[in-house]
């Protein structure tokens, strides 16, 4: 999994706009260790480390298209790799923070972020 995890943050670091913000290679190294929690038969809680990287990532979110970024950024991240899109809503709430973000799948519209 660390390969993987390796692997998720250097093709982010290479494909990541220029002009979004935040960046995403930041959202990445953020909310990277949530990885294990979003998987389909992932543990029923977040690490702490996680909900730090969630409440980092939600003080990025100050304007709607701060939100957009981060959302086109975990979309993009996620594209391959297995996970249970129905997860990704339930992070804020299980973190105890107002990121608040639909199930991010390929089909996910994220400007229709609010």
């Not at 993987?4 to 670091?13: A, E, K, P, R």
Request: proline letters at 8%; charged letters at 20%.
């Amino acid at each position: 999994m660390n390969g993987m995890l390796g692997s998720l943050i250097i093709l982010m670091l290479v494909s990541s706009p220029a002009m979004a913000k935040p960046s995403c290679p930041r959202v990445v190294g953020e909310v990277a260790s949530c990885l294990a929690f979003l998987r389909k038969n992932g543990p029923a809680k977040p690490s702490q480390r996680c909900c730090q990287g969630v409440k980092k990532v939600n003080g990025m979110a100050k304007t709607r298209n701060d939100r957009i970024a981060i959302c086109e950024c975990i979309k993009g991240t996620l594209v391959n790799i297995d996970y249970d899109p129905k997860r990704v809503p339930v992070l804020g709430k299980q973190c105890g923070s107002t990121f608040d973000l639909p199930p991010v799948d390929r089909k996910t519209n994220c400007n229709q972020i609010a």
